[in-house]
């Protein structure tokens, strides 16, 4: 006998439970009108027999997959060696399994991905979607709402009309940044130094911004782009020194760029925090605990983060309001953050 034909039906359910096959079909899809001890011996009866539904025939009736898209607009090579979308993606993962849910990761490689991603999405395959590290000029988000996806966002939307009312998840960028230039000028610095993020992100432009608002008109020459990657913040760090090699602070963009700020500091002969102070954002404990000396930073909670976007998701879908406003008045939840102290500032 086959795998296929040994497998319990629903039928076989029914009689077991001494019900009809329609009684069985609206407990097993979470139907009403089912009485309370019809269902119990329904369930029972499913327990008993090890019964498992047959997934289309089951997104017929409920027109629910219980799967979800993760689309991360990044390519890789990047996903897999930044800890920030390991952590995401763990929250995210852990709040789609309380409910049942599959994960369906895409990453896009280029902009010829692009269009084969809003297809999939389109296609009927998921309930939902979520987004995030999208940038500025990207396509996704339009792409995304013109195929009537219910959609999350992770970071404050900076594009156009199509999804301005976009529901999304993000931290407060402009004020951990704030907190951690105060954090430095409390310490006694006065030349500031900050190393940005890739400023197609609205991450890195409002903590530049943040930056920006606690030193006012600093010399444009304590700033340097980065772009969020170990080898930019070395780049960048290299370029300050040679303008102003008289600083006595960094604020980096993010944890894995003072990776390489650390790096070429050592190596210019520069201690820290004694002779410049390094400051961080993110809290990647892997990173943060482990630098030399241990990387003051910015916590955001980067697994909750991620929790959250998928509970508004599937509240949404549930309550039938996926995609809308999840708090009435607002589009967006902002999650507070604080800086954490250790060696390096």
């Not at 039928?11 to 119990?40: F, H, I, K, M, W």
């Not at 002779?275 to 404990?285: E, P, R």
């Amino acid at each position: 006998m086959t795998e296929t034909a040994s497998r319990p039906t629903l039928e076989a359910v029914a009689a077991r439970a001494g019900v009809s096959r329609a009684t069985v079909s609206r407990v097993v899809n979470g139907g009403d009108g089912v009485r309370e001890p019809l269902a119990e011996r329904v369930r029972r009866a499913v327990e008993e027999l090890g019964y498992v539904p047959n997934q289309a025939a089951r997104s017929l009736v409920t027109r629910r997959h219980d799967a979800v898209a993760v689309v991360i607009a990044e390519p890789e090579t990047r996903v897999f060696a930044d800890p920030f979308f390991a952590l995401q993606l763990r929250g995210i993962s852990k709040e789609l399994t309380a409910h049942d849910s599959q994960l369906v990761l895409l990453l896009t490689e280029g902009r010829d991905d692009h269009a084969r991603v809003a297809r999939y999405l389109a296609g009927g395959h998921v309930d939902g979607a979520l987004v995030f590290s999208l940038h500025l000029d990207d396509p996704l988000p339009g792409l995304i709402h013109g195929a009537g996806v219910p959609t999350v966002f992770g970071g404050r939307p900076g594009w156009g009309d199509g999804v301005r009312e976009a529901v999304y998840v993000d931290c407060d960028n402009r004020g951990g940044a704030r907190q951690a230039v105060r954090h430095l000028l409390g310490l006694g610095r006065t030349r500031v130094a900050h190393i940005t993020g890739a400023l197609d992100q609205t991450s890195a432009v409002d903590r530049l911004d943040g930056y920006r608002d606690v030193m006012g008109d600093a010399d444009p020459a304590l700033v340097a782009q980065g772009d969020f990657t170990p080898s930019g913040g070395e780049r960048a760090m290299r370029e300050l020194l040679e303008r102003r090699p008289d600083l006595d602070a960094v604020f980096v963009a993010n944890d894995l760029s003072a990776l390489g700020v650390l790096r070429v500091l050592r190596e210019a002969g520069r201690r820290v925090p004694e002779d410049v102070a390094v400051i961080g954002f993110d809290d990647m404990l892997p990173i943060a605990e482990q630098t030399e000396p241990p990387l003051t930073t910015v916590r955001q909670d980067i697994e909750d983060m991620g929790r959250l976007m998928a509970r508004l998701l599937i509240g949404g879908l549930e309550g039938g309001s996926a995609g809308k406003d999840p708090v009435p008045g607002r589009s967006g939840v902002v999650l507070p953050t604080t800086v954490v102290r250790r060696a390096s500032a």
